[in-house]
């Protein structure tokens, strides 16, 4: 079993910053990739970001050169950075681990960008 815990999320206003923190559990065997989905209300989960065991790491277009994923393998952790927020980026934020044929999700953090 992957437990994993969000935190950083809150809100701030369009142009903001924010850090996102994913804090997994030790039992981390196998697991290949990490990343962040979100969900705004009336819209399907999205992907917005993930990293490999292989340190490559990809992003959604909406994305792209303002957010970046990171991941601490001592702290079992992985960040998201985000930059230049928009109000269209407002949305609960899901942190996601893959492990062999297995989804592992975490609670989600509300980020709110709004002025």
């Known amino acids: 079993q992957v437990q994993l815990v969000e935190s950083g999320g809150g809100l701030v206003q369009p142009g903001g910053s924010l850090r996102l923190s994913c804090a997994a559990s030790k039992n981390m065997f196998g697991v290949s990739v990490m990343g962040w989905y979100r969900q705004a209300p009336g819209n399907q989960r999205e992907f917005v970001a993930r990293?490999?065991?292989?340190?490559?790491?990809d992003y959604a277009e909406s994305v792209k050169g303002r957010f970046t994923i990171s991941r601490d393998y001592a702290k079992n952790t992985v960040y998201l950075q985000m930059n230049d927020l928009k109000p269209e980026d407002t949305a609960v934020y899901y942190c996601?681990?893959?492990?062999?044929?297995?989804?592992?999700w975490g609670q989600g953090t509300q980020v709110t960008v709004s002025s």
């Open positions: 996601h681990a893959g492990r062999w044929s297995t989804d592992y």
């Open positions: 990293i490999f065991s292989s340190s490559l790491a």
